[in-house]
């Protein structure tokens, strides 16, 4: 599954620098790049936790598949867009076949004993991580070749992990696993009628959302200030994208599983959460080259400390048979904070300048880890 998840984002990673080139060449203006973005995290935020119920219901392997192929035509479109409106309904087609993330995290949790899950989704994040090492770096290195040769790339790469699944990829969903889901809307509804009851899995939706607010404000706004601060443009910011990737697979590709053995699941979060505040802030008053190294590392090494741990975190608050549901409704909530956030901070950017999405993301994570901290302090850990 991590392989999977590793050549999925790969693919994904290849267009991260190119696509506001790309947007910009077909007329956009920054408002339309945003909404870009706003439109393909909308996408996932409504079909993320459907496809974690229909993978509870109809297994996880079918559902990968589908959004797999799913993703590979968006990518085409994105391609031979001409328009604007072509490329925005691409990205909305995108932004349907990336809402498998859920699913794969299930797969992680039907194969995995609850003291080892912790292990299993940091793996998933250090795949994520290394795609987006990997697809930067390599997007780079082929937009001399032609503006749209990543887009086709990244499409091949789809369709190759379609076909790597359907070999290779067992159905890990149990039998007894089957039991009637709500499907369509009324998965939401579920969903959201489960937080009511389970005061840790509303804190932990929380923490996802405000924390997920902060990051795609940061990294909506991150370009726009170290051009602002030091003219950089679109390579060295890839440049960037690839170290904060390193640091997160070196957190989730090993070191993460070793911190939660020794400290557990709730002060690995935590501190995350501090390291993040942390890094937010001091990066705001960054000037020189260093100090965003510095602090671009901290904020990274909380990055990778937070996403595995809420994933396992969440993955106790419910059984076996709601898995999948309660991995997308999280991924889902994680969507709607990347619907806020980069609007959030272009708002805010206009209006108190470049520091203050930093400073706004800052005190959002600090505001998650404060409201979460009774509920966390009475969970008990599944063994």
């Known amino acids: 599954?991590?392989?999977?998840?590793?050549?999925?984002?790969?693919?994904?990673?290849?267009?991260?620098?190119?696509?506001?080139?790309?947007?910009?060449?077909?007329?956009?203006?920054?408002?339309?790049?945003?909404?870009?973005?706003?439109?393909?995290?909308?996408?996932?935020?409504?079909?993320?936790?459907?496809?974690?119920?229909?993978s509870d219901r109809y297994g996880r392997k079918p559902i990968i598949v589908v959004s797999l192929l799913v993703e590979a035509v968006s990518l085409v479109l994105t391609a031979l867009a001409t328009s604007l409106p072509l490329l925005l309904l691409a990205r909305l087609i995108g932004g349907l076949g990336a809402s498998n993330i859920g699913s794969a995290q299930a797969v992680v949790s039907d194969v995995t004993m609850p003291n080892e899950r912790a292990k299993g989704m940091g793996l998933i994040g250090a795949a994520i991580g290394l795609g987006f090492v990997i697809g930067p770096a390599l997007g780079g290195l082929l937009s001399p070749l032609g503006a749209t040769v990543p887009f086709w790339l990244a499409s091949g790469i789809a369709l190759l992990n379609t076909i790597l699944v359907l070999?290779?990829?067992?159905?890990?969903?149990?039998?007894?696993?089957?039991?009637?889901h709500?499907?369509?809307?009324?998965?939401l509804v579920?969903?959201?009628?489960?937080?009511?009851?389970?005061?840790?899995?509303?804190a932990l939706i929380i923490v996802n959302l405000l924390y997920t607010i902060a990051?795609?404000?940061?990294?909506?706004?991150?370009?726009?200030?170290?051009?602002?601060a030091f003219g950089w443009g679109a390579s060295q910011n890839g440049y960037i994208f690839t170290y904060v990737g390193i640091l997160v697979v070196i957190m989730q590709g090993g070191?993460?599983?070793?911190?939660?053995?020794?400290?557990?699941?709730?002060?690995?979060?935590?501190?995350?959460?501090?390291?993040?505040?942390v890094g937010l802030s001091t990066l705001a008053f960054s000037t020189q080259l260093i100090w965003i190294f510095v602090t671009l590392g901290l904020l990274s090494i909380g990055d990778g400390a937070i996403t595995p741990t809420v994933s396992?975190?969440?993955?106790?608050?419910?059984?076996?048979?709601?898995?999948?549901?309660?991995?997308?409704?999280?991924?889902?909530?994680?969507?709607?904070?990347?619907?806020?956030?980069?609007?959030l901070a272009g708002s805010v950017y206009l209006l108190g300048g470049p520091t203050t999405p930093l400073?706004?993301?800052?005190?959002?994570v600090a505001l998650g880890a404060v409201q979460a901290l009774p509920a966390l302090s009475r969970m008990r850990k599944i063994e």
């Open 1 to 54: 599954m991590a392989l999977t998840i590793l050549i999925d984002f790969t693919g994904f990673g290849l267009i991260i620098p190119l696509q506001p080139f790309w947007a910009q060449h077909l007329g956009a203006n920054a408002q339309e790049i945003g909404f870009l973005v706003m439109i393909y995290a909308l996408a996932q935020f409504i079909f993320t936790p459907l496809l974690g119920s229909l």
């Open 167 to 180: 070999l290779f990829l067992p159905e890990t969903r149990q039998q007894h696993q089957a039991a009637a």
């Open 182 to 187: 709500p499907k369509g809307l009324s998965a």
């Open 190 to 202: 579920s969903g959201w009628e489960n937080l009511r009851h389970t005061p840790a899995l509303l």
């Open 215 to 228: 990051f795609t404000a940061m990294e909506t706004t991150f370009p726009l200030f170290t051009q602002h």
């Open 255 to 277: 070191l993460v599983a070793r911190l939660v053995k020794r400290w557990g699941e709730k002060s690995v979060l935590l501190i995350g959460l501090v390291l993040m505040a």
């Open 312 to 343: 396992t975190l969440l993955s106790f608050t419910g059984s076996a048979e709601t898995q999948g549901k309660t991995l997308g409704l999280a991924q889902g909530i994680g969507s709607l904070g990347r619907i806020i956030g980069p609007y």
């Open 359 to 364: 400073l706004g993301g800052s005190i959002l």
